[in-house]
């Protein structure tokens, strides 16, 4: 029992004594390592740790590469906008070819329709003529004077020598008829023959311009074609470097400027769809405004006739006559306000238009398997039996006019900075979309109508 006590005094103590020895040399080593450190840290900088000067110059290169990726954006926005202004000026030039080929087309026709009447007044003319020699042929033989026949050739024209005919009494009746019909024949010709020339004239002119036109079309749409192509070199180099600008992948910066480009379209939409919802309800404020002043003046000469009836029935009682009244005139029609409602086929018009989707926009084209804006509209309501005129300014006359607002599947929606300056048009297809030719570089296909240049009331045919 005390052995057993005495090997438990004896360990504890050897316990203390090691505990005592470990906190005398720990201090020490502690102070040796630190010394160490000390010594280290001043031969060799820590690696580990960027200086006050790395820190800045990193901090600059984070804010220049953060400059550049914004003025990259700044740029593809710009070009975006700069583009959109080129394809709308090649659009454009198209609809004025178009529109310079239709007038080519009538002063043509109208030159071929004065040609001919000149050639058949010429015919009769010379029938008139050699009529009137075998009458003179026919007096010299018979040993009659000629100097009735010599007004017919003498000068003056046909107008003075009808003149001269009429007022002679010596001329016989069938003498008289010749020469009146030769002059008149001769009159007729001269007129048409003039006639023929001046619409030669319209036709040379208006070829001129068309040829012009078709020039500055092709021009402007190459040209188009072109800056869509750079554009699109461009924002594919400038994704590349957006990307090593931020560190991220070309995918993720196509991914944001789609984003950004999807704002930008949604914000014009609806500063657009504003626009034209207020045009429209300042022209239905001014029709209503229209209705009421022809109202209030249908009622102030209704009344007029009212008081007129009356005092005329009023003086034939007060005469004591037979009283005959007279049936009150019929009160004038005033101009309908409604909307006339669509021809018939207007299903197969928006078929037709939706079984052209994906095929390209060629400008002046009218299929079969390529279109221009209004190329697409007058082959959609040709399978309704409607003829359109391949132009968009003759067809927003050729249509009745329907506020946006009360457009059905079918109509027509025209865009331009105004009427007179009318360069697009397409189909509406309903719930604020239509189908339509773009431009060169598109194809046919659904957009919303909701453009900052939408003309405020479409078209019906």
Known sequence: ?????????????????????????????????????????????????PSAAEVSAAQAAA????????????????????????????????????GAAERLALSTQESVTATAEAVEAAQAADSAGLALSRYAAEVFQSGSGLSQLELFFGTGGPGATLDRVAGLDAVGDERSRVMREAAAARAISETLSKAAEEAAERQRVAAAAAEVAMENARQDNEAAAAAAAAVASRREAALGELAALRASSVEIERERQEGLEALERARAEEAARKKAEAEAAEARRKAVAEAQRQAAAQAARERSEAAARKAAQDAARKAAASP?????????????????APKGGVDAVVAFARAQLGEPYVWAADGPDSWDCSGLTMGAWAKAGVRLSHYTGSQYRQTSRVPIDDLRPGDLVFFGPSVAGIHHVGLFIGNGQM?????????????????????????RP
């Open 63 to 98: 804010a220049t590469a953060a400059g550049r990726a914004g003025a990259i954006e700044a740029e593809l926005a710009a070009s975006r906008a700069t583009l959109a202004d080129t394809l709308d000026r090649a659009g454009a030039a198209a609809e004025t070819y178009n």
């Open 324 to 340: 005959t009244t007279s049936a009150p005139s019929p009160t004038p029609s005033q101009p309908g306000t409604s909307t006339p």
């Open 435 to 459: 189908i339509h030719a773009p431009y060169t570089g598109s194809y046919v296909k659904i957009s919303t109508i909701w453009r900052d240049d939408l003309i405020p009331s479409g078209g």
């Open 1 to 49: 029992m005390q052995a057993r006590h005495r090997q438990s005094n004896g360990a504890t103590a050897t316990r203390i004594s090691r505990a005592f020895l470990r906190g005398v040399v720990a201090p020490g080593c502690a102070v040796a390592l630190l010394a160490a450190s000390i010594t280290s840290a001043s031969a060799v900088p820590d690696p580990v740790f």
